[in-house]
């Protein structure tokens, strides 16, 4: 079974508008840790958003924001006032547990931004 | 700020010949990780590296590959004799300590090309 799973392949968005962007994980662990990463064309990796399991509060930085719901293993990105730079792929990542084990990404979503 | 570098940017190289792709992670951070992303697929973890010695490791990291620290800044990963499938982009990434809550800094990638 898939550990994350972002269902969107490919978005189209306005310019300005805000977009969400699912992302649903699956784990046993209690403890764990949800991250966004952004990969513009060039291809590097940004690091946009983390929320672990316990945080009370949605995490915020930014124009970005994490939905998360817990009980239904959700951790939606919210990108508010989208800009033509936001087109990028975008990957939702989780890591379990107190170990030094790597993250675990989705297939990402292809968001691009239209003027 | 801090940045994990990753060098050479783009490796070509023959069917049968071993690579050596080169890390320097952020220099206060104690866990160091490879990772590689096929064109067009999601990122997927190889392993992950603390006190001179692996912590983890994926089923993709076989016997072709190692790591090593040679000294104290750089962080390599080695395949020794390349596939075509092997061409992807590498991702090195450190981060502080381990466990979920523990962000990982990624490097820009070498997009290494077996022909």
């Known amino acids: 079974a898939q550990k994350i799973t972002q269902t969107q392949p490919g978005m189209f968005v306005q310019e300005k508008e805000a977009v969400t962007l699912d992302c649903t994980y699956d784990t046993s662990d209690p403890s764990y840790g949800l991250f966004w990463y952004k990969q513009p064309s060039s291809g590097e990796m940004i690091f946009l958003i983390y929320q672990g399991s316990y945080d009370q509060q949605n995490a915020t930085e930014g124009r970005y924001s994490l939905n998360f719901q817990k009980a239904r293993k959700s951790a939606n990105l919210v990108i508010s006032a989208s800009q033509l730079g936001d087109s990028a792929m975008y990957f939702c990542a989780m890591r379990e547990g107190g170990g030094a084990d790597g993250l675990t990404f989705g297939k990402g979503t292809h968001l691009i931004i239209q003027p | 700020e801090p940045e994990v570098t990753q060098t050479p940017s783009h490796q070509v190289t023959q069917m049968g010949q071993e690579v050596i792709l080169r890390c320097v992670p952020i220099s206060n951070h104690l866990y160091f990780y490879w990772y590689r992303q096929i064109l067009g697929q999601k990122v997927e973890f190889l392993v992950s590296f603390y006190n001179n010695e692996i912590s983890e490791k994926s089923e993709i990291f076989d016997d072709q590959f190692s790591v090593e620290r040679p000294d104290g800044s750089n962080f390599t990963l080695k395949i020794r004799s390349t596939k075509l499938e092997d061409s992807a982009m590498y991702f090195c990434?450190?981060?502080?300590?381990?466990?979920?809550?523990?962000?990982?800094?990624f490097g820009p990638g070498t997009r290494l090309t077996v022909t």
């Open positions: 990434a450190s981060s502080e300590l381990a466990g979920s809550s523990y962000e990982q800094y």
